[in-house]
Nanobody, 127 residues
Framework: QVQLVESGGGFLQAGGSLRLSCAAS????????MGWFRQAPGKDREWLAA????????EYNYSLKSRASISRDNYKNTVYLDMVNLEPEDTAVYYC????????????????????WGLGTQVTVSS
């Protein structure tokens, strides 16, 4: 049974920082591209960042303006998303997702390209 479990959300102040974690089980973690998405109230789910199987390649949504960093630890089967200079507009449910691939230097950005999803963690940023 595949599980992706996000953690690290909560109530934060604008200007602060956060680290989200996503622990995977039931998959061979290093066989998957990992991505982070978020969905704000009343908006579509938005892709934020992705990282290739061994971390050789990362890609970010330009809208994050270099405030985010994605990383992974294949020994811990965990992917991370670090964000700084939080804004109230960062308030959303944050999801991690996994996309199977046999390529080492590949990331994907579309929801449909991801096979497995976590249930999300709420992040609320107050001004």
């Amino acid at each position: 049974q595949v599980q992706l479990v996000e953690s690290g959300g909560g109530f934060l102040q604008a200007g602060g920082s956060l680290r989200l974690s996503c622990a995977a089980s039931g998959i061979t973690f290093s066989n998957f591209i990992m991505g982070w998405f978020r969905q704000a109230p009343g908006k579509d789910r938005e892709w934020l960042a992705a990282i290739s199987r061994f971390g050789l390649l990362t890609e970010y949504n330009y809208s994050l303006k270099s405030r985010a960093s994605i990383s992974r630890d294949n020994y811990k089967n965990t992917v991370y998303l670090d964000m700084v200079n939080l804004e109230p507009e960062d308030t959303a449910v944050y999801y991690c997702a996994a996309s199977a691939t046999d390529q080492h230097r590949r990331v994907v950005v579309r929801e449909a390209q991801y096979n497995y999803w976590g249930l999300g963690t709420q992040v609320t940023v107050s001004s």
